[in-house]
């Protein structure tokens, strides 16, 4: 994740947190918080080892649909050592695929399998945004393409 990433999301979080406020989902292309050189992200109490088996995962959808957009939506923050952590359990996923053929890309691996996986029946009724490489919030429903179906995939 790139610094403007950084900077702009912890206030936002912070604000969240402090208002109770979880009407907002907000989002990052994969690339940027899945990256894994970068402990300022934690993806399901991974914060460097292991992700990328879910890269690896998410590779194989892209292989399936090079269409797919594929996001992970943020939850919270954590103080860590002196630092802040981002934490996310969640990829929200844009895909011509159907259903079927995302259960079974997701489900195939024995060690990494979600604990939900789900078409996103209220894609546009929640307001969610895509962080941007410059930190500015862009709406999510930009990233939907036509013939594109909304998923969610989630650890516990």
Not at 8 to 21: C, D, M, Q
Request: charged share 20%.
């Amino acid at each position: 994740m790139n610094p403007q990433q950084k900077t702009a999301i912890i206030p936002i979080l912070k604000t969240v947190e402090a208002t109770r406020s979880y009407q907002t989902n907000y989002w990052f292309a994969y690339q940027d918080y899945l990256d894994p050189t970068d402990d300022f992200t934690d993806f399901v109490c991974e914060r460097l080892e292991g992700k990328q088996a879910y890269l690896d995962l998410i590779q194989e959808l892209l292989t399936a649909d090079q269409t797919a957009k594929i996001f992970v939506q943020v939850y919270g923050y954590e103080e860590y050592e002196n630092a802040f952590v981002i934490c996310s359990d969640t990829l929200i996923i844009l895909s011509r695929l159907s259903f079927s053929e995302i259960e079974h890309i997701f489900n195939a691996p024995k060690d990494i399998f979600p604990s939900d996986i789900g078409i996103e029946q209220a894609f546009f009724a929640q307001q969610s945004f895509v962080v941007g490489e410059n930190g500015d919030l862009l709406p999510a429903e930009n990233f939907c393409a036509k013939g594109h179906s909304a998923y969610y995939c989630w650890w516990d």
